[in-house]
């Protein structure tokens, strides 16, 4: 069984007598209306990280790691949005179109999960909060430790062993 669900590892995991604890991080988004191309990268700031999508839409938000409010209200967005706006000043005058509350699957010490648990060659477990980045490459080695059985040393720092115990 290849454990690979997001905010639900936990649970799932738990049902092989696994576990992977997560932190609860919350991430809220705000997204503005479509608007002509402004950003060419990814921004990374202490005050807002945001991103430009194809159909000119901007989303932006204050922290990979859990936001401090999961206050998604159109006033929050708002609000947020201006506070952007001293990163990417255009914001202040860009639409609110919506604004979004989601949950990311963080592990307990912020690292990476994945490999088999302790004693056990029929559980793999990945999970991570980077999924979206770092998906690509862990799939690949993640192929390798499952069908070749070899353990993959760049992996060696993720492994569910460091969480030590067993459910159930």
Do not use: W
């Not at 576990?19 to 609860?24: A, D, H, I, Q």
């Amino acid at each position: 069984m290849i454990v690979a669900c997001g905010t639900d590892t936990p649970r799932v995991a738990a049902m092989a007598g696994v576990r992977v604890p997560l932190k609860e991080s919350p991430g809220v988004l705000v997204h503005t209306a479509p608007m002509p191309a402004t950003l060419e990268r990814v921004v990374l700031s202490p005050i807002a990280h945001m991103k430009q999508k194809p159909d000119g839409r901007i989303v932006t938000g204050s922290g990979f790691g859990g936001t401090p409010t999961t206050d998604s209200s159109r006033e929050a967005g708002e609000r947020f949005l201006k506070t952007a706006s001293r990163v990417l000043p255009v914001l202040g005058e860009t639409a609110l179109e919506k604004v979004t509350l989601g949950y990311r699957p963080l592990p307990a010490d912020e690292f990476p999960v994945i490999g088999f648990p302790p004693n056990r060659r029929d559980v793999y477990i990945t999970v991570m909060h980077s999924g979206v980045t770092l998906s690509p490459l862990g799939a690949e080695l993640a192929a390798v430790e499952i069908l070749d059985g070899v353990e993959v040393d760049p992996l060696a720092p993720y492994r569910p062993a460091r969480f030590n115990r067993r459910v159930g």
